[in-house]
């Protein structure tokens, strides 16, 4: 069964246990698994590359036969599938797991793949595409981003921002999440900071600084400061993305403290927490103490009041403040 993207909130995915999800737009397809399967799921989800599912097949296979009927939902996120697990999912859509969906991701498939052909025919397999963003959707995309939070730029600065997405969702998150944590204290930003902004992917990006340093990775954090010269529009905006992690971080401790469990915690967490980042969020949650974070955050506000008073020495504060815990 084909299903496309837009049709998604029309289906009643859940009489369903097998989807596969291919093509080039791999943001589309995060958000595909992140708004109509994770979000919310108050199960466990577990992920495989091709490779490691094909070599762990029996294993997971039996613990999935086994399970009792008050264990957790279960989800199975199999990233870059390829024709090469066609038998072993033939087998699987013959047995009948409790409660668990198995979710496949994939490049570009042809039409003559074993892997489509399979999800597609089947009545009880569900095939989703996703095809490459064209400049209409991504506008909405940002449209509907600036108007929830209540930001200005330039019809110009859009249109930057489109072109430097190379027609990927997922590039083009990235571009908006800088605009959000500059944003915190001007909601209308200029042609010529959009650029400056989005400038910084030849750098290293802002979020490995950060999550760098929130993780206490010392070494890392010295790395990147070696390796980049950050303007002074460069340090605001690390300074404002740190803040904003770090009052997420204090955020899943507190509640992490309550439930005394990080990975249920972790899961809930509004906005979610894209897959690839739970992991150093883990060790950013063992890093800190509660106090001792709420007291970088104090820190922080001074340290950007400070920059912008001091333009000509902004890297060597910013990167004393990293340096230095």
């Not at 029309?10 to 737009?25: H, M, R």
């Not at 793949?113 to 397999?125: A, I, Q």
């Not at 064209?134 to 200005?152: A, C, M």
């Not at 110009?156 to 908006?176: F, T, V």
């Amino acid at each position: 069964m084909i299903i496309k993207s837009f049709e998604l909130e029309k289906v009643n995915i859940s009489q369903f246990k097998l989807f596969l999800i291919y093509g080039k737009n791999e943001g589309l397809q995060n958000q595909i698994v992140n708004s109509h399967f994770t979000n919310n799921f108050d199960g466990q989800v577990d992920k495989y590359d091709e490779n490691q599912f094909i070599i762990n097949f029996e294993t997971i296979t039996t613990g999935l036969m086994n399970r009792s009927f008050f264990e957790n939902k279960k989800i199975l996120i199999i990233s870059r599938a390829t024709d090469k697990v066609i038998n072993l999912i033939e087998e699987i859509s013959n047995k009948d797991f409790l409660d668990v969906k198995i979710i496949l991701k994939s490049g570009l498939l042809e039409k003559k793949s074993k892997l489509r052909s399979f999800f597609e025919k089947g009545k009880f397999t569900v095939t989703i595409p996703t095809y490459e963003d064209n400049d209409k959707s991504l506008l909405s995309i940002v449209t509907n981003f600036l108007n929830e939070h209540k930001i200005q730029i330039s019809r110009e600065a859009i249109n930057l921002i489109i072109n430097r997405s190379s027609g990927d969702r997922q590039n083009l998150k990235q571009e908006l999440d800088k605009i959000l944590n500059y944003s915190i204290t001007n909601k209308k930003i200029s042609y010529e900071n959009i650029e400056k902004l989005s400038n910084l992917s030849e750098n290293y990006d802002v979020n490995e600084l950060v999550n760098s340093y929130l993780a206490k990775n010392t070494r890392n954090v010295a790395k990147i400061f070696n390796e980049n010269n950050y303007s002074n529009e460069d340090c605001i905006l690390i300074l404002r993305t740190l803040l904003n992690k770090s009052k997420k971080l204090m955020n899943i401790i507190e509640r992490y403290k309550e439930a005394n469990n990080l990975d249920q915690v972790i899961s809930t967490t509004k906005p979610p927490i894209f897959w690839k980042d739970k992991e150093i969020v883990k060790i950013q949650v063992k890093s800190w103490k509660l106090d001792d974070l709420k007291i970088k955050i104090y820190h922080l506000n001074d340290i950007e009041a400070t920059i912008k008073t001091n333009t000509n020495n902004s890297l060597d504060i910013l990167t004393d403040f990293f340096v230095n815990y």
